[in-house]
């Protein structure tokens, strides 16, 4: 039997390794690995909490929230961070379980006391909650749900879970962390104690040094991997982005019209756009809407599942159409499509973003009619949102009181 490694020097009894592992336990399986790699998680983790929680204010706004129409491209940046850093903690995930896996089998122990029990049920939700987060996140950006629960409802309430079992676990290990932190890295061959330097020489191959630069490059290479979707630069050497700029028009499609089942309203001669603004209401023809000023905007759609592409429309602008039906009395907008299936068929569009210039209903993309798949006979375009808020084949717009 061996102590545990990390024992603290407190007067308790030492953790108890089974024997079998007690061989597992490496100079690179250590506090220093398992301290750094958590410090690189923990970083992550608060990264991936906030862009997570901004993504989900914007969608679900509650009332004191306020998002701006300006910078235009602000929500494609956390979003494609959010995506992006998330794969990243893969890498450095798996080398944190690595670095400390052989404590999961030691055996609770109620003479240790009732904080050592708490901190190691922390742990078991923190993993969990941490796994959770990260294979359902994965699994969103390849739009693959092997799942029955809905993605966005749980993927927003386990982001508290983990979270919070993030700052209970570095509160109870501060101590730890911190020691780990300031020591200096040892290699393993200067590590080796007088005792046993036979054995330590023989159970270890692998340095501190190589693991901590493999969970780096792993981690790096694997945001690469994905980061093309969002960052156009990168496009050539994503290989793993799921989607990277391709589709008509240049703008990927995220859902078709035959999917939305809007194949046959969408083509319909006796197509209207109804919109509702001061109290009056009037119902135009595509040709009506074409028959407006026309304007340009160079706008990216940023979709929450991480892929963003940027876009040339044009159309006409909202503030012009509310203006042509009745005063615009300063309230949020309503998004209706002729969609009938699935949840994305309406969005509401708050003030800052019906005021704004760049804000299209777009007839056209990359100066030809938008495809159906993108939203013909028109779509709304605005600044700095989430993708699945530019709803696409609109039925209606409506302000709302
Ligand atoms: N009516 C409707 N509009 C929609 C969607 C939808 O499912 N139905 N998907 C949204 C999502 S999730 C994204 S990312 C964008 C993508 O637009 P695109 O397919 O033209 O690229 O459209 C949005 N508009
Ligand atoms: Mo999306």
């Given at each position: 039997m061996r102590a545990d490694t990390d024992a603290d020097g407190a007067a308790r009894p030492p953790l108890m390794v089974p024997a079998a592992l007690a061989d597992r336990i490496s100079p690179a399986r250590s506090t220093a690995v398992a301290a750094r790699a958590g410090v690189l998680l923990g970083i992550g983790i608060l990264i991936l909490f906030v862009t997570g929680m901004i993504s989900h204010l914007i969608q679900h706004p509650p009332d004191w929230f306020w998002w701006p129409a300006h910078p235009v491209w602000l929500y494609r940046v956390t979003q494609g961070v959010h995506v992006t850093v998330g794969v990243m903690m893969i890498p450095v995930l798996l080398v944190k379980f690595w670095s400390v896996?052989?404590?999961?089998?030691i055996k609770p122990s109620l003479r240790r006391g009732p904080v050592e029990l708490l901190e190691r049920g922390s742990v078991a939700v923190l993993i969990g909650a941490v796994l959770f987060q990260i294979v359902t996140g994965l699994f969103n950006t390849a739009q693959f749900y092997p799942w029955k629960f809905f993605f966005t409802t749980t993927h927003h309430a386990m982001a508290y879970v983990a979270f919070g079992a993030v700052v209970v676990h570095l509160a109870v290990k501060l101590p730890v962390v911190r020691q780990a932190l300031t020591a200096p890295v040892r290699e393993p061959e200067e590590a080796v104690g007088q005792e046993d330097s036979a054995a330590n020489t023989g159970r270890t191959g692998v340095s501190r040094r190589a693991v901590l630069a493999a969970a780096g490059i792993g981690s790096v290479a694997a945001g690469v991997a994905v980061a093309g979707q969002s960052v156009p630069l990168l496009r050539r050497v994503s290989v793993l982005a799921p989607r990277s700029g391709e589709g008509p028009q240049g703008v990927p499609i995220n859902r078709t019209a035959a999917a939305a089942g809007v194949l046959e309203t969408a083509r319909s001669a006796g197509y209207l756009l109804t919109v509702k603004a001061g109290g009056r209401e009037h119902g135009f023809t595509r040709a009506e809407l074409e028959a407006l000023p026309q304007y340009d905007s160079v706008l990216p759609i940023a979709c929450v599942e991480g892929w963003s592409a940027t876009g040339h429309w044009s159309g006409v602008r909202l503030r012009d159409l509310l203006a042509a039906v009745g005063e615009y009395g300063g309230g949020d907008v309503r998004f209706v499509s002729m969609e009938t299936t699935g949840i994305y068929g309406s969005s509401v569009l708050p003030h800052p973003h019906v005021v704004d210039a760049s804000t299209l209903v777009a007839l056209r993309l990359g100066g030809a009619d938008l495809t159906l798949d993108h939203g013909y006979p028109c779509r709304l375009i605005a600044p700095n949102r989430p993708g699945v808020l530019q709803t696409k084949w609109l039925k209606s717009i409506e302000e709302l009181s």
């Open positions: 896996y052989p404590r999961f089998f």
